[in-house]
């Protein structure tokens, strides 16, 4: 039997591995990798007659270019998350890595990462965005990342002090010409509103509510203020700031800024969404980029199973998850998809609904916060327990729960 390991993004394995000796990775994609290999090396155990192909997932948040160099079997990203393909003219991004080594910077160091890929050559650039915490404390909306793109007015973070009167973005726009820029992110929060970016920043206790609050005013005063520059540039050179635009938003008739600003994305990165989508951007759900990259539903096609593995599987976590995709790989060809993850919250009933066969849980039954024995060690055992249970020890037999 063929199967498919495709695992999700896992980055409780980063700090559960009792050996000491693994070094640390803040991309997040160390934790996925050790769980893919604990699962294949499982798998092996308990049958060992089958042939595995693995394929790490991502959404678009931290580790995404590391993961999809793995994926593809391509030469890993240079030391500042840019993922160059030789022999093409795509570019793609991991943002998380910029932003980790950036605590008073905002969004701006990412503007290094475009930069890079575009002296590199690249026509295409693909921008992997995290959710609202990735960017170290409160968002910016992008204005660190426009600021250092060569936006004037902005300050350093463009926040705080007397109202934005950003001046510049047309000859940005007029650089980035001919430049497709996608942004995949990892989350569809908007920029702002109860649900937005600072709100986000707040409910995962990185600043309080009213500090959440009082960045909602300024980045909104920035959004308005970014928003009719880029209508003075279009108004000066009607082409720009339409370069790049998803057939749905060029056709949008003079859009306020509200209509960016409640973009699907538009939030992720610490609002790193919006900017993008200012300069041109498509704003695209991280996980189906990702997939589409990797070739996952050709992938699925190949094999006779498809094991998938998540931290938390619940119906919130599950939508924009590479676990979605996984499921909707394998359904397209009646295939079995099966999830492991540490904490599960879905019924059978509710399994079946999103195309998952079964979910397997890697803490034992009350261990609750105990952990022991590390999340590879856990995700390895289990993996050769569903092997055993899954794959025919005949030949012609078909796959199933024994």
């Known amino acids: 039997m063929h199967v498919l390991i495709a695992p999700d993004r896992f980055a409780g394995a980063d700090t559960d591995s009792t050996d000491s ?3 640390t990775d803040f991309t997040g994609a160390d934790g996925t990798r050790r769980i893919g290999a604990a699962l294949v090396a499982g798998w092996l155990r308990g049958a060992t007659h089958d042939t595995v192909d693995l394929c790490p997932l991502s959404d678009g948040g931290p580790g995404f270019a590391g993961l999809l160099a793995q994926a593809c079997g391509w030469a890993p990203p240079d030391a500042d998350g840019v993922l160059g393909v030789a022999g093409a003219r795509t570019a793609y991004i991991d943002s998380a890595v910029a932003l980790a080594a950036s605590s008073q910077d905002g969004s701006a160091p990412v503007a290094a990462q ?50 934005p009167r950003p001046d510049g973005l047309g000859e940005v726009l007029d650089r980035l010409r001919g430049i497709d820029l996608v942004a995949a992110t990892a989350t569809d929060i908007p920029l702002l509103g109860l649900h937005g ?56 008739v003079t859009p306020r800024a509200r209509d960016l ?3 699907p994305g538009a939030g992720a990165g610490g609002g790193l969404g919006f900017a993008l989508a200012l300069l041109g951007a498509r704003l695209l759900p991280g996980a189906t980029v990702y997939a589409q990259v990797v ?30 995709q996984a499921a909707l790989a394998a359904s397209g060809y009646g295939i079995a998809c099966v999830a492991l993850a540490e904490r599960s919250m879905m019924n059978r009933r509710e399994l079946a609904a ?13 261990a609750g916060s105990q952990r022991a024995e590390s999340v590879e060690a856990r995700a390895g055992a289990v993996a050769e327990r569903v092997a055993r249970s899954w794959s025919p020890s005949w030949s012609g037999a078909a796959p199933g729960p024994s």
């Not at 609202?132 to 705080?160: E, H, I, K, M, S």
């Open 261 to 263: 600003t409640a973009l």
């Open 21 to 23: 000796t693994t070094s």
């Open 114 to 163: 475009i930069e890079r890929a575009i002296a590199a050559g690249a026509t295409r650039i693909v921008v992997g965005l995290g959710t609202p915490t990735d960017l170290p404390g409160l968002p910016d909306a992008g204005a660190g990342l426009l600021a250092a793109l060569g936006v004037r007015g902005l300050g350093a973070r463009g926040l705080g002090g007397e109202a």
């Open 354 to 366: 999103v195309g998952l066969s079964a979910s397997y849980p890697l803490r034992p039954d009350g």
């Open 197 to 252: 970016a600072s709100a986000g920043a707040a409910d995962a206790g990185a600043s309080t509510r009213e500090a959440a609050q009082q960045r909602e005013r300024e980045i909104g005063r920035v959004a308005d203020a970014l928003w009719q520059a880029r209508e003075r540039a279009r108004a000066a050179s009607p082409s720009a700031g339409l370069l790049a635009l998803a057939p749905a938003q060029a056709v949008m």
């Open 295 to 324: 070739g996952l539903t050709a992938r699925a096609q190949s094999a006779d199973l498809v094991i998938t593995a998540r931290e938390d599987l619940d119906g919130a976590s599950f939508h924009g998850s590479g676990v979605e």
